[in-house]
């Protein structure tokens, strides 16, 4: 007789093990038991396993005690026989030597009288998932699909979808599939039924994209007999198993009207169901087979409606979003519809804010002449809300009912009402809608002018509450007595202000306050001008260039483009295309409709972002064009540490500080007109650009700036830069180049434009890239899609063995490049940047 184990005091704690020494200890103690026939042994067994399994679960390695482990497995202790499956469960795929230690035991447990044991042996079997353990599992997977207990024939209906998986011919060959289907047909156990329909399922569409016949299986599986004994048999299936079937009913397809009201009536009491997802498979199943019937398919709808509703109000509030967005979709196809029961969407004081959002998103889809007054006297109930992300989402709700419906008195007066309000972010979003009002109801301006007239833009913090005032105070300066005035003192306040949305509404508006008030307005215009002319920001900088230049073309044009006639915006574009939708709506009780994108926008790799990559540049293939330096494009893997980051990225068009050099080519309009783009002796009805470049004379530059005070003619030039030539052949391997790139420190982060005809030559990338190497700036690597192209450059300093480094993501949709630059030589990194986007901008144009 084997001795006892050490007492229990002596004993590590389960929940404070000891690393090795308990290791050493557990092995030691299931030596000693192995084969042990003590009274309590079976249960010194089960707290020795009861260690090994706790250890596991702390991440300590307890592969060591394998070997120990199986020749304890012999026992007729259920749980003591689950704790050694899951524990060769968990180290047979890592240690596949050690798995061929437990073939044996498996096998033998197989074979064992206790259907339970069987059951769990097979399961275990399976899950070692070892390909060269493959053939021990043929024979006893065809066993247990005869076994006479159902529990044994549910794991093996499961084990023959998981050997497919290890090995797809062996489970072929040993003609697993067909006894699959028969059991299917003929099993008594609702359970078996369901596993062998998952198993097959699985198995066939697999299969399918290989063999013609499992194609032909695919289809005999949604086939009248099939899914009708299915239907007939589902309120036998556990819940998991009725949305199997459900799903399997959602894709066939009736010869005629008759089928379709069987399969309804047969599922009508599947509206009643407790669980969630019954409920919704049996509504996709109803939509789907009336699509074709559009009085029926309508009559769905307001029978669906009530099974809804009650599980929104019933279940926690995961299942309540989860309903809420499969009712989003409906209400957005069939807004009527739900018109009558837009108090079951009025928000709870407990419900999350997810929840909340949701719902007001639905009061706005199904707002009415009807229903409207209840709707938005809710909705400013929330406008005061504690959460604020809420009591915005609550006033854009009232906007967006305000754009859809025709009598809209009350809703902006309940608008205007929001502007009293003490709080910044009511008054920022309430400008916002007032703006948007403004473009659809011009009719409404003196009302609203009147009230928004009085509102201080130093309370105003937020930006996009800002530009919208901004808009209004130039679109109707003629209706608003400060205007001018406002315009100009925010003007004065241009270095202060650090969004360039502000920055540019506040160069339109000047503008449009020019024209309409020329004398009171003439200063701030030239104040405003030359601020945006010396912007850092590309963008603000590129429209004053534009607005000058234009004035100096011809003032009458200008104002012909700037403040044209307008017109009433009469529908505002919509964030998803009606496409889209119904591809949702294809994809009905999957989770395409909580993210509200289809399932190929979230699953299939293509479209997990812009660019994949492989994990490091180590990976290029240099072939033939490696004697250019030329490398192609390759996918990276996207990695937090690696130098290759997608296209989603922060742009850091807020950051003006790092833009500095982006716009310091153009310092006064005398710089501007010396490169006599426009053409001042044009006529007004030509093109503003003329290519051909004729000069203008002094004496016109002088009287535009004189007039708009500008000044600037009389500012010294700027000091020359410090030249920068760079190594005609530079050398750099993609192993250099990500460990550089890895250490250096980001030396600017910039945004520039590339000419149209850039954009249109990146059609082909290569062109680019030979376009750099002309400028002695090599691409390392590249890749991408239209309309984004991500590059990879270097580029060395003559003379010395400093490099410069670029990412430059390009977006041809846009015309734009996002640069971040890294450089050995920190003082150099501005003049390159300068030389690289100079050689950029000239890209496409020779």
């Known amino acids: 007789m084997a001795p006892t184990v050490p007492s229990a005091a002596k004993s590590a704690s389960p929940s404070q093990p000891s690393g090795k020494s308990e290791v050493a200890d557990l092995k030691q103690q299931l030596r000693q038991l192995a084969g042990s026939r003590a009274p309590d042994a079976d249960d010194q067994r089960r707290d020795v396993f009861k260690r090994v399994i706790s250890c596991m679960t702390a991440g300590i390695d307890v592969s060591a005690a394998f070997g120990e482990m199986v020749l304890c497995s012999a026992t007729s202790d259920v749980v003591t026989k689950k704790m050694c499956y899951l524990y060769v469960g968990a180290h047979a795929r890592a240690h596949p030597d050690l798995a061929l230690l437990t073939i044996n035991f498996l096998q033998r447990d197989c074979r064992d009288q206790d259907p339970t044991i069987r059951g769990l042996a097979l399961r275990s079997l399976c899950s070692l998932r070892v390909p060269n353990l493959v053939e021990y599992l043929v024979t006893p997977l065809a066993t247990g699909l005869k076994d006479p207990s159902s529990y044994v024939r549910m794991i093996a209906a499961v084990g023959a979808a998981k050997l497919y998986h290890i090995s797809a011919t062996a489970c072929i060959d040993a003609d697993l599939p067909a006894s699959l289907k028969a059991l299917m047909l003929s099993d008594p156990d609702a359970q078996v039924v369901a596993n062998c329909l998952h198993a097959l399922q699985e198995i066939w569409s697999q299969e399918a994209a290989n063999s013609e016949a499992a194609a032909r299986e695919i289809e005999t599986l949604y086939s009248k007999p099939v899914v009708f004994y299915l239907l007939n048999k589902i309120k036998e299936f556990s819940e998991w198993a009725q949305c199997l079937v459900l799903e399997l009913a959602s894709k066939f397809l009736p010869s005629d009207n008759n089928e379709i009201f ?23 199943v109803f939509l789907h087979l009336t699509m074709s019937m559009t009085d029926v398919h309508q009559q769905v709808y307001e029978r669906i409606k009530a099974p809804l509703l009650t599980l929104v109000g019933a279940g ?29 969407f009025y928000c709870q004081y407990s419900d999350p804010s997810y929840v909340k959002k949701l719902k007001l998103e639905m009061l706005t889809a199904i707002a009415n002449e009807s229903n409207t007054y209840e709707i938005v006297t809710e909705l400013c109930e929330y406008a005061g809300n504690v959460d604020v992300p809420i009591a915005r989402e609550s006033i854009r709700a009232v906007g967006k009912i305000a754009l859809q419906q025709y009598d809209v008195n009350a809703i902006v007066d309940r608008l205007l009402q929001f502007l009293e309000m003490d709080k910044d972010y009511v008054t920022a979003e309430t400008l916002v809608l007032v703006k948007d009002l403004l473009r ?10 009147a009230v928004v007239g009085n509102i201080s833009s130093k309370n105003i913090q937020e930006p996009k509450g800002k530009a919208a005032l901004i808009w209004m105070l130039g679109e ?13 003192s925010l003007v004065e306040n241009w270095d202060e202000e650090h969004s360039p949305e502000v920055r540019l509404h506040l160069l339109t508006a000047v503008m449009k306050c020019f024209f309409k008030r020329p004398p009171e307005t003439q200063k701030a215009l030239g104040a405003t001008l030359a601020a945006g002319l010396s912007d850092t920001h590309q963008d603000v900088h590129d429209r004053a260039l534009f607005y000058y230049r234009l004035l100096q073309y011809d003032p009458a044009v200008a104002e012909r483009v700037v ?13 998803q295309s009606s496409e889209m939708k119904d591809r949702i709506f294809d994809e009905f009780n999957s989770l395409s409709v909580v993210y509200q994108k289809p399932s190929y926008m979230f699953t299939d790799k293509e479209h997990r972002g812009p660019f994949e990559y492989s994990e490091d540049l180590t990976n290029l293939a240099v072939g033939a064009e490696a004697q250019e330096n030329v490398i192609s494009a390759q996918r990276y893997q996207e990695n937090d540490n690696d130098l290759l980051l997608s296209t989603s990225d922060k742009e850091d068009n807020g950051t003006r500080a790092s833009n500095g050099s982006a716009a310091s080519t153009y310092n006064a309009p005398s710089d501007l007109i ?17 290519t051909s470049g004729p000069t203008y004379s002094s004496q016109s530059n002088f009287s535009l700036d004189d007039l708009l005070g500008l000044g600037l003619n009389e500012s010294p030039a700027p000091p020359p830069q410090p030249t920068l030539t760079l190594n005609s052949k530079p050398v750099l ?30 059609m082909n990338p290569q062109s680019l890239i030979r376009h750099m190497q002309s400028n002695y700036i090599q691409c390392i690597a590249s890749g991408g899609q239209p309309p984004n192209y991500k590059f990879f450059f270097y580029a060395q300093k003559d003379g010395a063995t400093a490099f410069f480094l670029v990412e430059c993501i390009v977006n041809t ?4 490049a996002q640069l971040k630059i890294k450089a050995d030589d920190g003082t150099a990194a501005e003049a390159f940047s300068t030389l690289f986007q100079s050689a950029l901008s000239k890209f496409g144009l020779s």
């Not at 309804?264 to 409920?279: C, I, S």
């Not at 403040?563 to 964030?575: E, G, I, L, M, R």
């Open 563 to 575: 403040n044209p006639p307008k017109q009433a915006v009469s529908v505002f574009a919509d964030t």
């Open 440 to 449: 659809k109801y011009p009719q409404w301006s003196h009302d609203c002018i």
């Open 316 to 344: 926690s509030p995961e299942q309540s979003y989860s309903v809420l967005c499969h009712l989003h979709l409906l209400v957005m196809r069939a807004p009527m519809l739900f018109s009558s029961d837009y108090k079951s």
């Open 674 to 690: 010396g490169s006599s783009l426009i053409s001042s002796q044009a006529p007004a009805e030509t093109s503003l650009i003329n």
């Open 262 to 284: 069987d399969i309804m009536n047969l599922l009508e009491d599947r509206l009643q169901h407790a669980n969630g997802a019954v409920v919704l498979s049996t509504i996709k």
């Open 813 to 816: 949709a846009s015309a734009k």
């Open 476 to 488: 109707y300066s003629q209706d608003m007595h400060d205007a001018p005035y406002v315009l100009e």
């Open 733 to 762: 391997d993609p192993g250099t180049f990500q460990k550089k790139w890895g250490q250096l420190a980001l030396a600017l982060t910039q945004e520039c434009s590339l000419s149209p005809q850039g954009a249109a030559s990146l």
